[in-house]
Nanobody
């Protein structure tokens, strides 16, 4: 069972920065898909950033490209989301998620930002950006 705990949320003014952390249990920094999602009440969950541990590749949602950076420190069992140039529309509950990657004919594939593929979720951390 994978256990994820987010932290680092808070309130910030537009243009500011925050770094979210997701501390994970277990060895999920190989053959796993890792991702950050966000959700505003009454709206669908939105994919923010994803990381394929097997290929060391990154995926970003269009609304955060060039502003957010996903990274990881396997020695600390932690996934990060650096959020820069924050906008009021970035206000949301942010969740980290993890799922073992898929293997097809010996090749590993990750799920990117398809949130329905992820079965392991943290409890979320709130980010509020004021104008």
């Amino acid at each position: 069972q994978v256990h994820l705990v987010e932290s680092g949320g808070g309130s910030v003014q537009a243009g500011g920065s925050l770094r979210l952390s997701c501390t994970v249990s277990g060895d999920i920094f190989s053959n796993y898909c890792l991702a950050w999602f966000r959700q505003v009440p009454g709206k669908e969950r939105e994919g923010v950033a994803g990381f394929d541990t097997d290929h060391a590749t990154y995926t970003y949602g269009d609304s955060v490209k060039g502003r957010f950076i996903i990274s990881q420190d396997s020695a600390k069992n932690t996934l990060y989301l650096q959020m820069n140039s924050l906008k009021p529309e970035d206000t949301a509950m942010y969740f980290c998620a993890a799922e073992p990657d898929a293997v097809l004919y010996g090749t590993h594939f990750c799920y990117g930002l398809r949130e329905y593929e992820y079965k392991n979720w943290g409890q979320g951390t709130q980010v509020t950006v004021s104008s």
